[in-house]
């Protein structure tokens, strides 16, 4: 079984600050792809960044970054530089190989508010 | 423009009734998927769906049933064994290969009356 948790219900940020989103996972499998996707108001779900078992360099996108602990299984997504337009829910997503192949896991996401 | 499309975006069902949700994508991705989305519990898998002809229950599969006959369409029914049927529904697509992103429709917000 795979499972992603998310234990930050709700977080909040003043506009051009950093925040951090936590996020810790469990598979039994070798090889797996993690994600962090966003659902605006709108409630269209858009990727952020995704990050590969395999790298041990974490991944970054512009103004997003993870910090991927693969022993502690760990996946914290960090936004620098907050902007109004990344107040959203912010979800973990977990896809393996092996057994759960093609099973997408998501966490129970956090709410994420920008403040002016 | 390529993308997946679900209808329709709001639907009404009396109790006791089965209904089903329409999920159509053009991508030409081999993988397809169903969520509902509670207040709180984040994103819970119902079925997906790897090739034509065959899918796999999710984590919350009871009360649901799905058919994949064409590449292209996932539709999902609700039944009336579903207790708690009023929810936010997502469907996603994605191609078959492990790092692959999901892209997902704009949903269907279901209410039992």
């Known amino acids: 079984a795979q499972t992603v948790t998310q234990s930050q219900p709700e977080m909040s940020v003043q506009e051009a600050e950093t925040v951090t989103l936590s996020c810790t996972y469990d598979?039994?499998?070798?090889?797996?792809?993690l994600f962090w996707y966003k659902q605006p108001p709108s409630r269209q779900m858009i990727l952020v960044i995704r990050?590969?078992?395999?790298?041990?360099q974490n991944a970054t996108e512009n103004r997003f970054s993870v910090n991927f602990q693969k022993a502690a299984k760990s996946f914290s997504l960090k936004i620098s530089d907050s902007q109004l337009g990344d107040t959203a829910m912010y979800f973990c997503?977990?896809?393996?190989?092996?057994?759960?192949?093609?099973?997408?896991?998501f966490g129970q996401g956090t709410i994420l508010t920008v403040h002016p | 423009d390529g993308g997946i499309t679900q209808s329709p975006k709001y639907l009404f069902r009396k109790e006791g009734q089965n209904v089903t949700l329409s999920c159509e994508q053009n991508?030409?991705?081999?993988?397809m998927y169903w969520y509902r989305q509670d207040p709180g519990q984040g994103l819970r898998l119902i079925y997906y769906?790897?090739?034509?002809?065959?899918?796999q229950k999710g984590d919350i599969a009871e009360g649901y049933s799905v058919s994949r006959e064409k590449k292209e369409s996932f539709p999902l029914t609700v039944t009336s064994a579903q207790k708690n049927p009023t929810a936010f529904y997502l469907c996603?697509?994605?191609?078959?290969?492990?790092?692959?992103?999901?892209?997902f429709g704009q949903g269907t917000r279901l209410t039992v009356v």
């Open positions: 996603a697509s994605r191609t078959g290969t492990v790092n692959t992103e999901a892209f």
């Open positions: 598979t039994s499998e070798s090889n797996y792809y």
């Open positions: 990050q590969e078992a395999y790298k041990q």
């Open positions: 997503a977990l896809h393996a190989g092996g057994t759960s192949y093609g099973k997408l896991t």
């Open positions: 991508l030409n991705h081999d993988a």
């Open positions: 769906s790897q090739i034509v002809n065959d899918f």
